[in-house]
């Protein structure tokens, strides 16, 4: 079956806009997550959505926020950028439902974003 | 934080045994030890994971020592695609609780 898809894979934006970024889950995938990675401070969680809900939430600023629709895609939106939102920004998805025994995520290639 | 220590870099021979520790020193009762590997510009791979018995797929090999404070994967026969971040992460077992990623080892196979 089709793995974890994010669109664009490249972006270059300037200081100051907003940026919205895509990630189609593998079918039957409820949970999406969201990871930002740079060469400072390595791969960090973003957020998760489940059921269009966000269910955790990890230490970043409110200019970082997302949203999952009824199909489990999900979109992430960054805005006002700044040249430190430069990164490749991974999704990940997994079957795990609340309360569920972890399975293992499945990443998608990323989307690597520069600010310009 | 991460709660586990490894190495920053390991080397290994092409069809050689390649063995990556993980100190997890602090790990709980109900936490899993998960394995996943970054190659250059991709998105991670997970690879296998295990709670306190060893585990293998077709991937790799888990062993957990019996006080669970470290662990040690293995690739039976390395191959230059094997070439990557290794990261091992320590994780509750329900709740799909963040992945915390740390540094992981750079491991590079060398023909």
């Known amino acids: 079956k089709a793995g974890v898809t994010q669109t664009p894979r490249y972006l270059i934006k300037t200081r100051g806009q907003q940026v919205t970024l895509s990630c189609s889950p593998i079918s039957g995938h409820r949970s999406v997550s969201w990871y930002q990675q740079t060469p400072g401070q390595g791969l960090q969680f973003l957020f998760e959505?489940?059921?269009?809900?966000?269910?955790n939430k990890g230490n970043f600023p409110g200019r970082f926020s997302g949203r999952q629709f009824s199909n489990s895609r999900s979109e992430m939106n960054v805005s006002t950028l700044e040249l430190g939102d430069s990164a490749l920004y991974l999704c990940?998805?997994?079957?795990?439902?609340?309360?569920?025994?972890?399975?293992?995520?499945?990443f998608g290639q990323g989307t690597r974003l520069t600010v310009v | 934080d991460a709660k586990t220590t490894q190495p920053t870099s390991m080397d290994c021979a092409e069809g050689r045994a390649a063995n990556l520790p993980c100190n997890h020193s602090?790990?709980?009762?109900?936490?899993?030890v998960y394995w996943y590997r970054q190659i250059h510009s991709q998105g991670p791979q997970y690879i296998i994971h295990?709670?306190?018995n060893n585990e293998t797929n077709e991937m790799a090999s888990l062993i957990i020592t019996e006080d669970r404070k470290s662990s040690t994967l293995i690739l039976p026969h390395a191959t230059l695609r094997d070439t990557a971040v290794y990261y091992c992460i320590v994780r509750v077992g329900v709740g799909n609780t963040p992945l915390v990623f740390g540094k992981g080892t750079r491991l590079s196979v060398i023909a």
């Open positions: 295990g709670l306190k």
């Open positions: 990940a998805s997994s079957s795990a439902a609340l309360r569920a025994r972890n399975t293992e995520a499945f």
């Open positions: 602090t790990i709980s009762g109900n936490e899993y």
């Open positions: 959505y489940f059921s269009e809900t966000q269910r």
